[in-house]
């Protein structure tokens, strides 16, 4: 069976400090692969998606990045964090290629930027 | 261009009572669509999803879904409520693009009254 996982789970960050989060899978390969924040328990951006190593696409232009440097490892990083960044983040990953093939995520990192 | 509207920020029921959680969308050719719930501080949990076939999706914690093409509408049902349904939850359908990429609702609150 998969399993998605994210560490840290909380984090309180200074403005201007860097960011690193992880986000790993197990018992896939290959997945598709997503970052998405949420912001004040409602909606979720897409910020970052992956269709493969090295492959990342940004859906919206802002003071973070992603990578993925292996298979099943996907990196949200900034080198100088906003007030703006704070939020709820979520990576999710699809197993397969199919259209009805389900996103699953993880349990998400809170992040608080002061 | 695709969308998924949930009409309704908040849905408040009584303990014991049926419930239905609204959600609206637009696709161009077949809608793959899902619904998601998400506990305080907690990632998304998949509940069920609609590809082909029958209009009634059952999901899981007892929950269901009625596609109505029609309609355009995926709306979320349980016949009786818990106090533990309380909680967010999130209509989505996929994109048309082998991204797997899914465009979420702005979720609804679900408050389960004793």
């Known amino acids: 069976s998969q399993t998605i996982h994210q560490w840290p789970a909380t984090l309180v960050q200074p403005v201007g400090s860097p960011l690193s989060l992880e986000c790993t899978v197990e018992g896939t390969s290959n997945p598709n692969l997503y970052w998405y924040r949420q912001a004040a328990g409602r909606g979720l951006q897409l910020l970052f998606y992956s269709v493969g190593i090295g492959q990342i696409s940004s859906e919206v232009p802002q003071n973070l990045s992603a990578s993925r440097p292996q298979d099943r490892q996907f990196i949200l990083s900034s080198k100088k964090l906003l007030l703006s960044d704070s939020g709820f983040y979520l990576c999710a990953y699809t197993w397969g290629r199919r259209r009805t093939d389900t996103q699953y995520f993880g349990p998400g990192t809170r992040l608080t930027v002061l | ?114």
């Open chain 2, 1 to 114: 261009a695709q969308s998924v509207a949930q009409p309704e920020d908040q849905v408040n029921v009584a303990e014991g009572n049926p419930l239905t959680v609204k959600c609206t969308y637009s696709v161009s050719g077949n809608p793959y669509l899902f619904w998601y719930v998400q506990y305080p501080n907690r990632g998304l949990q998949f509940l069920l999803k609609y590809i082909t076939g029958d209009n009634l999706v059952k999901g899981s914690y007892g929950f269901e879904a009625e596609f109505n093409k029609s309609q355009t509408s995926f709306h979320l049902k349980k016949p009786s409520a818990l106090v533990s349904d309380s909680a967010l939850y999130f209509c989505a359908v996929r994109v048309t693009s082998n991204t797997g990429k899914l465009i979420f609702g702005q979720g609804t609150t679900l408050q389960v009254k004793p």
